[in-house]
């Protein structure tokens, strides 16, 4: 695969932005794939070029296991932690051998109001593990606690991946 979005998502917000921004770049490129966090691969196959990497922020960043267990019980669903949120898939992920490059989004409550971005926190963790950060991390807005997403948002996560599909076009021209 030459592109893959891994997300996390708790209410599924999360998830209907990785997607089309998944959607972007597979209309764009070939071989694009989207996998949930908890099957994402910590070792990256070899012919990847471009990482994408999703999560909602969860008290003022990446989730961890307390606030996933928080964010299901607010939704109604029962409380089994998932084990593997973006946090944790990152501290697992093998660091590359060569250039990859790599972008991060979240969603996040649109308030002024509410700091912290989960995007900025998995930025700065790809960036300590050797990867090419080559977009500012990106933010898809909510509204309340569990969504739904803003109007446009889906248009724009799109518009996004189309973005990002320019990097690996360059990348075959080189």
Known sequence: MRALVVYESSFGNTGMVAEAVWRGLADHVEDAALRRVDVA??????????????????????????????????AGLPTTCPTTGVREWLHQLEPPNRPVYSATFDTRIHSPHVPGSAAVGAWRLLNKGGFELTAEAESFWVEGLKGPLRDGELDRAYTWGVSLSGLLLGAVRR
């Open 41 to 74: 691969p910590t070792s990256l196959p070899p012919s990847l070029q471009l990482l994408v990497v999703g999560g909602p922020t969860q008290a003022f960043g990446m989730s961890r296991p307390s606030t996933r267990q928080d964010a299901q019980a607010k």
